[in-house]
């Protein structure tokens, strides 16, 4: 019987793991240490993130392939025929994919990095039909952590009833 406890025991911690290993890992740190996170364009003003003027042109193209690929960005609207096609510059290009990741991201200052070829300003940098985007909200962009609540007191409960089920 003890040996049944303790496979139980670690089935459940197994089962405990893999539900928790698609999620991030976040650290709680004391808001006293760490300054505001999300957006903070209600404390700063609003900012957009271009490209950083001096870049590179390959550097600068790296990090627009990153931004449309794995940074998810539509980059639909920097493509021929698009709002934002002219100028066909990769400074251009690269300043409107930087922003949008930047504004849906966050709009901290490491969603403005790129492998530093981009920068805030609070210039608007939009122009004739193409609009730069702004956050969708003023008070913050930051994830809700409420998903993140661990199933570990579910996960007991059911070992519980387990238990308490092949005893009886």
Known sequence: MRTQFWIFL???LLLNFFCQ??????????????GP????TFLDGTTWCVARPGASQAELQRALDWACG??????????????CYEPDTIVSHASFAFNAYYQTNGNNRIAC?????????????SYGKCSYDV?????SAAKSLSKYKPRWLLLMCIGLL???SRRG
Request: proline share 5%; with cysteine; charged share 20%.
């Open 10 to 12: 670690l089935l459940l």
């Open 21 to 34: 290993a698609a999620r991030p890992v976040m650290t709680i740190r004391p808001e006293s240490l760490v």
């Open 37 to 40: 996170q999300g957006n903070t």
């Open 70 to 83: 794995i940074g998810r960005v539509d980059c639909s609207v920097i493509e021929r025929h698009g709002d």
């Open 113 to 125: 990095y790129f492998g530093g070829t981009a920068t805030l300003t609070k210039i608007n940098p």
């Open 135 to 139: 956050s969708k909200s003023e008070v």
């Open 162 to 164: 387990f238990l308490i």
